[in-house]
């Protein structure tokens, strides 16, 4: 199959119109019989189970998804909206599917051999080709009639647990096509509104997604269906391949975005927060890779940590406020989304199975996203903590195995921020997943003070400003130039005193080994700096020598770089980047040794004032017991 985009022209779909009024109307099914017969127990809820095996019976079973569907309004005769545009989107589906079945005969040697077969019956080593091919080809259809459903409906509220995949079969497009049918009339029987259908229809695809992708591995012949790029524009419905896109595209977003020059203090962190915007923007949506994740410097995870009103969610609303006049100005799609303590579920698996949606939502290469998990020492727990909820397990895991697992592949589409008042709470090995460290500490100086009240109080007054030059110290350069100097030395106390010694010992650092001493010196005195955390401060020097100001001219008309070439916008930013020095190498070193030791000592100071608290306690009710025995009332 062509690897370019393929186009399927709607002739070709409207010929399969009247197949797939039919397969809505009535189709006849068979079905294994499941050992269950339908009489319920009264009073029970439970039905009767024969005690005589039935599971090898196969039942014909009618299935009517228009009649199953209008029975949600039994008392009008017209249907809502919501239950047409269903019934329609399945009519259609169907449709897209047959007509890509038939792309997909085209492109090898099933269309000939169904030629032949025609003709005369196939026998032999055709025959069982054939057939390979016949079964490869309802998979496909299969496939892309659940990615269109996946894609094309639109499903509020909870997610059932109750759906359960289709009877699959696959001897021909046309068989498979009608047990996913038959799966989705089953899933919608007994609905109670509309909200509940298009929540089941939606959650059946997904389902049979997932289903099928577990079957892949059996079928012959699916390799040239790989690299297929289908789009169908009246429908916005794009088939990359096996590819799982996510679901429809997302509501305009609704959000307060805040300016870069409405973010006063965190410097770095502002400094960081445009640049990660700009470089998520160099990503090229045919080769599906950014230049920054080859060249390194690709900031794919980060944390941010900081007290209370500090400026987190104000950091948040500027990077999504960014990106989204950047994709608007080169017409890409964005995806943001953010994942909540809200999205924890009490039941069994939901919570996993949540957060591998928003991780796919975000990482959809067709766009660029922005995924944040505000809150993640609540959202995600410890592994050691015995007092989480089973959904907080899950969610560690699927976080631990998305941001640098064995099938973690980084595009440069997309990038995710953890935030948090008490990262020392968050599991230390995903914590380390976090490719750098952002300290959101708020305003600092004299002039941040100024600045911000000046900010927030507005203009509705008369009083003067005063002897000061306003906004002056949020000037992005100099404000990062003083903040990075900062980090020349350690400022927490457990790395000072290893730097003290280092410095002592060896004097200033000049050669690779001199770095390599002072960070087996600092692993001795905190052993969570691992292999992984030198990753990260390696790909934190990368950053700074890719510490280029993309100017803000390539991002006011798409021409000047989003829409150039991979090869020409690589070029371009080769031009401008630099060599690492070795003061960028000590200060990243410090920043990010910094951010372990106070996540220590924060740890060790809350657990201290624990002990503090409960001897108290204990003190307390020493003295309460000896006045009650001193009154006579402590047997009372």
Same mark, same amino acid.
């Given at each position: 199959?062509?690897?370019?985009?393929?186009?399927?022209?709607?002739?070709?779909?409207?010929?399969?119109?009247?197949?797939?009024?039919?397969?809505?109307?009535?189709?006849?099914?068979?079905?294994?019989? *499941?050992?269950?017969?339908?009489?319920?127990?009264?009073?029970?809820?439970?039905?009767?189970?024969?005690?005589?095996?039935?599971?090898? #019976?196969?039942?014909?079973?009618?299935?009517?998804?228009?009649?199953?569907?209008?029975?949600?309004?039994?008392? @009008?005769?017209?249907?809502?909206?919501?239950?047409?545009?269903?019934?329609?989107? #399945?009519?259609? *589906?169907?449709?897209?599917?047959?007509?890509?079945?038939?792309?997909?005969?085209?492109?090898?040697?099933?269309?000939?051999?169904?030629?032949?077969?025609?003709?005369?019956?196939?026998?032999?080593?055709?025959?069982?080709?054939?057939?390979?091919?016949?079964?490869?080809?309802?998979?496909?259809?299969?496939?892309?009639?659940?990615?269109?459903?996946?894609?094309?409906?639109?499903?509020?509220?909870?997610?059932?647990?109750?759906?359960?995949?289709?009877?699959?079969?696959?001897?021909?497009?046309?068989?498979?096509?009608?047990?996913?049918?038959?799966?989705? @009339?089953?899933?919608?029987?007994? #609905?109670?509104?509309?909200?509940?259908?298009?929540?089941?229809a939606r959650a059946f695809a997904r389902i049979t997604i997932e289903g099928l992708l577990t079957r892949k591995g059996r079928f012959d012949g699916l390799g040239a269906f790989e690299n297929a790029h289908i789009r169908l524009d009246a429908d916005d419905f794009t088939l990359d391949g096996f590819d799982v896109a996510p679901g429809r595209k997302a509501r305009p977003l609704v959000m307060t975005f805040k300016k870069p020059n409405e973010v006063v203090g965190n410097h770095i962190a502002k400094y960081q927060s445009i640049k990660l915007a700009k470089m998520l923007m160099a990503y090229d949506f045919e080769r599906e890779l950014n230049p920054f994740v080859e060249l390194g410097g690709f900031l794919f995870t980060f944390i941010g940590d900081g007290s209370p009103g500090t400026g987190k969610t104000t950091l948040i609303q500027m990077i999504a406020g960014l990106l989204n006049d950047y994709c608007q100005v080169a017409s890409y799609p964005f995806v943001y989304e953010n994942f909540g303590v809200d999205q924890i579920s009490s039941y069994q698996g939901k919570s996993g199975q949540s957060c591998k949606q928003f991780i796919t939502n975000v990482l959809n290469p067709r766009a660029i996203g922005f995924g944040t998990v505000d809150d993640i020492d609540q959202v995600a727990a410890r592994r050691s903590d015995d007092r989480a909820s089973a959904g907080q397990q899950e969610i560690t895991g699927v976080l631990m195995e998305a941001f640098s697992g064995a099938s973690t592949v980084i595009r440069g589409n997309c990038s995710f921020g953890m935030f948090s008042n008490y990262p020392e709470n968050v599991d230390d090995a995903l914590r380390q997943r976090a490719g750098a460290r952002w300290l959101v500490d708020g305003p600092q100086s004299r002039d941040d003070y100024i600045d911000i009240f000046t900010l927030l109080a507005g203009k509705n007054h008369q009083i003067p400003l005063g002897k000061h030059d306003l906004y002056a110290a949020q000037e992005i350069k100099r404000a990062v130039a003083?903040?990075?100097?900062?980090?020349?030395?350690?400022?927490?106390?457990?790395?000072?005193? #290893?730097?003290?010694?280092?410095?002592?010992?060896?004097?200033?650092?000049?050669?690779l080994a001199d770095i390599g001493t002072y960070l087996h010196?600092?692993?001795?005195?905190?052993?969570?700096?691992?292999?992984?955390?030198?990753?990260?401060?390696? @790909?934190?020097?990368?950053?700074?020598?890719? @510490?280029?100001?993309?100017?803000?001219?390539?991002?006011?008309k798409p021409e000047a770089f989003m829409h150039k070439g991979y090869d020409d916008k690589k070029a371009m930013i080769e031009e401008l980047r630099g060599p690492f020095s070795m003061t960028m190498v000590m200060q990243?070193?410090?920043?990010?040794?910094?951010?372990?030791?106070?996540?220590?000592?924060?740890?060790d100071d809350a657990a201290v004032e624990k002990m503090i608290r409960d001897a108290r306690l204990r003190e307390r009710a020493a003295r309460e017991m000896e006045e009650r025995k001193a009154k006579g009332t402590w047997d009372a």
């Open positions: 199959m062509d690897t370019g985009l393929t186009t399927i022209a709607e002739a070709d779909i409207e010929k399969h119109n009247a197949t797939a009024q039919g397969m809505i109307t009535r189709i006849v099914v068979l079905e294994d019989g *499941g050992g269950k017969s339908g009489a319920a127990l009264a009073g029970t809820g439970r039905r009767f189970v024969p005690t005589i095996s039935t599971g090898s #019976v196969r039942k014909t079973r009618e299935v009517e998804l228009s009649k199953t569907v209008a029975a949600l309004r039994s008392g @009008d005769p017209l249907m809502s909206i919501a239950q047409h545009t269903l019934l329609y989107r #399945v009519r259609r *589906g169907i449709a897209v599917a047959l007509a890509i079945a038939d792309v997909f005969a085209r492109s090898g040697e099933l269309e000939s051999l169904q030629a032949k077969n025609t003709r005369a019956p196939l026998e032999g080593e055709d025959a069982a080709h054939f057939k390979k091919l016949l079964s490869a080809s309802a998979y496909v259809s299969a496939f892309s009639l659940a990615s269109y459903l996946a894609q094309l409906i639109d499903g509020e509220g909870e997610p059932p647990n109750d759906i359960h995949e289709p009877d699959f079969l696959f001897d021909t497009p046309q068989d498979a096509l009608k047990s996913l049918v038959a799966g989705l @009339d089953g899933a919608l029987e007994g #609905v109670k509104d509309d909200t509940e259908l298009t929540t089941r003083d903040a990075y100097e900062g980090h020349d030395r350690p400022q927490e106390d457990g790395l000072m005193q #290893v730097h003290e010694r280092f410095m002592k010992e060896n004097g200033a650092p000049k050669t010196m600092i692993k001795q005195a905190e052993p969570r700096l691992t292999g992984r955390a030198i990753k990260n401060i390696t @790909d934190a020097i990368k950053m700074r020598a890719m @510490d280029i100001e993309l100017p803000d001219e390539w991002f006011e990243e070193i410090n920043r990010y040794a910094d951010s372990e030791f106070r996540y220590s000592d924060r740890a």
